[in-house]
């Protein structure tokens, strides 16, 4: 079982930058696919990026050229996702989560298919 806790949201202003983090506890013996994702009150859950096992990254068009999801290496019992978001837009205040699916591979953004999830941090980007 995984244990995922997000950290580093905050108010910010429109073209500023940001970088979220997601300490995964007792992460399993092997790599797996990873995800950021953000919701805003009154809608659905949207996939804003992946990576998976070998490092290739897949993001939301909206997202795209302004965000970079990356992560640790394995070691010990912890490892940390991040998501370096730049050129900030009003339309990214979200509360974001991170998210994981144990396969090795990432095949989409389908909330269903993540095994756990954080409990999410709020970014709240003004104009």
């Known amino acids: 079982q995984e244990q995922l806790a997000e950290s580093g949201g905050k108010s910010v202003q429109a073209g500023e930058s940001l970088r979220l983090s997601c300490t995964v506890y007792?992460?399993?013996?092997?790599?797996?696919?990873m995800a950021w994702f953000r919701q805003v009150p009154g809608q659905e859950r949207e996939g804003v990026a992946t990576?998976?096992?070998?490092?290739?990254?897949?993001?939301?068009d909206a997202v795209k050229d302004r965000f970079i999801i990356s992560r640790d290496n394995e070691e010990n019992e912890h490892y940390t996702l991040y998501l370096y978001m730049s050129s900030l837009k009003p339309e990214d205040t979200a509360m974001y989560y991170c998210a994981s699916d144990l396969r090795r591979f990432c095949y989409g953004m389908d909330i269903d298919v993540f095994d756990y999830w954080g409990q999410g941090t709020q970014v709240t980007v003004s104009s």
């Open positions: 990576i998976d096992v070998d490092g290739r990254t897949t993001y939301a």
């Open positions: 007792e992460w399993n013996t092997y790599s797996h696919c």
